[in-house]
C-alpha cells in the first residue's frame, strides 16, 4: 500500500486526491487541511465559481499568467481547458462560458462545486483528512510520496525545511488602500473593467490586474485613473451647449462623483463655456496609493521556485515530493486562471505518481 500525504485541501489538493483515488485502490490518501475542506473555492467568481477561461490555446493562455508564463506552455498543452470542462462533467459539474469567456458551473453555485467534490472524494474508503496544520518534514517520514497544495504559511515553511528556496511573497488580486477617498460603492468603467471605490480606496477588475501586474511595485506610488474618453465627451457637449456641464458629465460618469471632481461653479457651467484646461484637468483621478488592501487579498505572487520542480511538478531536490497550485511562484489575472492553473498542476502531478507506483 503506496502512502501519499496531500498537505492542504484546497482546490488543487483535493483535485489531485480525485484523480489518485479514482486510479489505484492500491495507494491511502491522507490530506493535511487545518482549516474547512475546499473553503477557499467558496467566495470564487463572486460565489459563482469561475472555474477556469475558455482560450484553447496554451500559449495564449499562458500570457494570462503575470509570474510563470513561459514553464505553463507545455503545463496547458498536456491538460489544457477542454480537458479540465470535460473532467468536471464526469464528476457531475456541467459549465458553461459567459460573452467574456469565463467559465461557470451551470449552478452558478461555488458551493455546488464543493459538494460534489466533496462527495467524490468521501466516497472513497482509502482516503484519510485530517485536521492539522503540517510545518515541518519530518512529520510526513512514513509517506511514500508528499504532494504540498496549500498556500498558507505552514505550506511555505514546509517547501523550506525540505530545502526549497521561496520566491519573495507578494500581494496580487487585491484591491488598493489610497489616500484620497471617493463615494464608497460608486464604479466607473475603464475600457470594459469596473473599478469600484471602497471606504479604503479602490478594487473591482481594474485593480485586481493592475495589482496584479505591480505585485512588486514599491509603496507607496501614484495612479492616474481615465475617467472618460475625451473625444466622446466633447462631441455630447457640442451637441448640447446649452446644457449644464455636470449634467452633461454625468453621462460619462456616476453623478456623486461628477460632484466630487467639480465645484458648485463649473458644475453648472453651460458646456459652450467650458474651457479645454479644465477638461484636461479633471481627465483622470491622480491617486495616491499607500498599499495593498490584504484583506481582500486573494492570491499571492511569490512562491516556490519554479527552477526547483520538473514539468510533472515533481522536486529536483527530492524525488517524493511534489508542488501543486499557489504554493508555487505562477499566478494569473483575475478570471478563472489560477483555478484553471491549479487543475492542471494536480491532475499531472497525479498522474505522474500514479505512473510511478504502477
Given amino acids: 500500500m503506496t502512502k501519499i500525504a496531500i498537505v492542504g485541501g484546497g482546490a488543487s489538493g483535493c483535485l489531485c486526491a480525485i484523480e489518485l483515488l479514482q486510479n489505484s485502490t492500491n495507494i491511502e490518501v491522507t490530506i493535511f487541511e487545518k482549516n474547512k475542506i475546499l ?16 482560450i484553447e490555446d496554451s500559449i495564449e493562455l499562458s500570457k494570462n499568467y503575470p ?18 470542462i470535460e473532467y468536471f462533467k464526469k464528476l457531475g459539474i456541467k459549465t458553461y462560458k459567459d460573452t467574456s469567456g469565463k467559465v461557470y458551473p451551470v449552478s452558478n453555485s461555488s458551493k455546488e462545486v464543493r ?6 472524494l468521501i466516497k472513497h474508503k482509502n482516503l484519510k483528512c485530517i485536521k492539522k496544520e503540517i510545518t515541518s518534514a519530518h512529520e510526513l517520514a512514513e509517506f511514500d510520496y508528499i504532494v504540498i497544495a496549500g498556500g498558507s504559511k ?37 475600457k470594459g473593467e469596473p473599478l469600484l471605490f471602497t471606504h479604503k480606496g479602490i478594487s473591482g477588475p481594474y485593480v485586481f490586474k493592475l495589482s496584479s501586474l505591480w505585485a512588486y511595485k514599491e509603496y507607496p506610488f ?27 458629465l454625468g453621462n460619462f460618469l456616476p453623478k456623486s462623483l461628477v460632484k466630487e ?7 453648472h457651467t453651460k458646456c459652450a463655456e467650458i474651457s479645454n484646461k479644465l477638461i484636461n484637468e479633471i481627465k483622470e483621478l491622480n491617486l495616491t496609493v499607500l498599499e495593498p488592501d490584504k484583506v481582500g487579498e486573494t492570491v499571492k505572487a511569490g512562491g ?15 524525488n ?35 505512473k510511478k507506483i504502477s
Wanted: charged share 25%.
Fill in 115 to 120: 459538494e460534489k467534490l466533496l462527495a467524490e
Fill in 39 to 54: 473553503a477557499t473555492i467558496l467566495p470564487t467568481g463572486g460565489g459563482r465559481c469561475n472555474l477556469s477561461n475558455f
Fill in 320 to 354: 517524493r515530493l511534489y508542488f501543486i497550485g499557489e504554493i508555487l511562484d505562477v499566478d494569473g489575472l483575475c478570471g478563472g486562471f489560477n483555478l484553471q492553473f491549479a487543475w492542471s498542476s494536480a491532475i499531472l502531478a497525479a498522474r505522474d505518481i500514479l
Fill in 154 to 190: 505552514g505550506a511555505y515553511e514546509l517547501a523550506l525545511d525540505f530545502e526549497h528556496t521561496i520566491t519573495p511573497l507578494a500581494s496580487a488580486l487585491c484591491g488598493y488602500i489610497t489616500k484620497e477617498k471617493y463615494p464608497s460603492g460608486v464604479a466607473i468603467d475603464i
Fill in 67 to 84: 509570474r510563470g508564463e513561459k514553464f505553463l506552455y507545455s503545463v496547458f498543452k498536456r491538460f489544457n481547458v477542454s480537458q479540465t
Fill in 261 to 267: 471632481i467639480l465645484d458648485e461653479k463649473n458644475y
Fill in 222 to 248: 501614484e495612479l492616474n485613473v481615465p475617467l472618460f474618453d475625451i473625444c466622446a465627451l466633447k462631441e455630447e457637449m457640442q451637441k448640447n451647449s446649452k446644457k449644464e456641464f455636470g449634467t452633461i
Fill in 304 to 318: 516556490v521556485n519554479l527552477k526547483e520542480i520538473d514539468n510533472h511538478f515533481n522536486s529536483k531536490i527530492c
